[in-house]
């Protein structure tokens, strides 16, 4: 994985952050007072002893730990949050919602009677105290979209989660920095968590991205 590719991936989990923070707390608003953002990220070489190390989220961006410094700025009045880059994509929200933990085809009909078909539909739904558990499910369905922590290529995305977690050869070989690869991992151990095991042993990191039903 080249350090390029995971610069650009940084480069658009900020902007989507960013547009986040800004939409939530202005609504869009046109009399946003605030110009500019200046986001600072990482650190350069001669720094990296006088920089504190609860400053950097190291675990979520990999690559401080190796010496980078990335400065950007935005003009808040514009910002859209964009589409993920390819590498970038978490699971799809189209995923069938019976595959989260604890659902299953039986309670998944119960849940369609309420319009919820997909993770993403459990994921933004509101009906919370018609279901039973139903806070627990949305939580792990949530969880499952996380984002990855780095950019996923196509040499990872051929193997099902539970086979990259099982086979101790594989990522080490595609990912050879510890930081992204342990924050690889956890991610990984997110998705078995929330997912049925059976279901994510069948299918691909690349299918599961780019659901088909």
């Known amino acids: 994985m080249s350090e390029k590719r995971d610069l650009q991936s940084l480069i658009w989990l900020i902007n989507a952050e960013i547009a986040n923070a800004v939409n939530t707390v202005h609504g869009g608003s046109e009399s946003l007072a605030i110009d500019k953002i200046k986001v600072k990220m990482g650190q350069s070489e001669p720094d990296r002893a006088t920089i504190p190390a609860n400053l950097l989220a190291t ?7 190796n010496a980078w410094l990335l400065e950007l700025e935005f003009s808040p009045r514009d910002i859209d949050i964009p589409s993920p880059p390819k590498f970038w994509q978490g699971l799809s929200k189209a995923i069938p919602v019976y595959c989260i933990q604890g659902v299953g085809k039986k309670r998944a009909k119960v849940l369609s009677q309420f319009n919820i078909e997909t993770i993403g539909d459990l994921g933004k739904s509101e009906v919370k105290r018609q279901i039973a558990d139903f806070r627990q499910l949305q939580t792990l369905a949530n ?9 996923i290529t196509d040499a990872l995305r051929k193997f099902s989660a539970l086979r990259l977690l099982d086979d101790n050869n594989i990522l080490p070989e595609v990912i050879p920095d510890q930081s992204n690869l342990n924050a690889f991992i956890q991610w990984l151990q997110m998705i078995e968590v929330c997912v049925d095991k059976s279901f994510l042993r069948a299918h691909s990191l690349d299918q599961l991205t780019n659901w088909q039903a």
């Open 59 to 65: 675990q979520r961006y990999p690559l401080a730990q």
């Open 143 to 151: 969880t499952a979209l996380t984002f990855p922590p780095i950019a």
